[in-house]
């Protein structure tokens, strides 16, 4: 019995309460626009997507994305969200996330696949509330004690993109 747990890793004792708490804690970090608190909860090598919405199941290596990030892309974005001259982030837009369903859909002894379905309702002044709905992928891992993201998939729900406006923040 032992050896079977300890083959589970580190993975195997996080609840999907833990997990929760861990979206909700990123949710709320992003929502306050803390992004470099934000960028303390991703791994080193950590991925980010939002596939394009015909084709959410596609492979980013041989189809275009919204947004197809690794880890330096990802501090570049969050270098210039951060950065006056971003114009449409500048007063940063106001953001409510509210995650539910959360899933723990698989796990190994390094890795946890997580799903989860999001809304997102942004505010700008002078803009109509635009509402960004769909679900997360989330494949987090366990470093120092800690869940950290490797991989974070946004895949909208919306038919079109039109009519959501620029998606300059991070889903």
Known sequence: MKKKAAARG??????????????????????????DDWLGLLTSDARYFVPSNDRPEADP?????????????????????KD????????PSRTR????????????????????NFAIHRFRRGESIREYVGHY???????????KI???????DAMELGSMGVVSFIL
């Open 61 to 81: 290596a041989n189809t275009l994305f919204t947004i197809a990030d690794d880890i330096d892309r990802i501090r570049g974005r969050v270098t210039r969200l």
């Open 137 to 147: 992928r989330h494949l987090l891992r366990v470093e120092r004690g800690r869940l």
């Open 150 to 156: 490797a991989r974070r998939e946004a895949v909208l």
């Open 10 to 35: 580190a993975t195997g004792k996080v609840t999907r309460g833990e997990v929760e708490d861990f979206l909700y804690h990123e949710a709320a970090l992003l929502d306050a626009w803390r992004l």
């Open 97 to 116: 996330r509210l995650i539910s369903n959360v899933r723990v859909v698989e796990r190994n002894a390094k890795e946890l696949r997580v799903e989860s």
């Open 84 to 91: 006056k001259s971003a114009h449409a982030e500048y007063p």
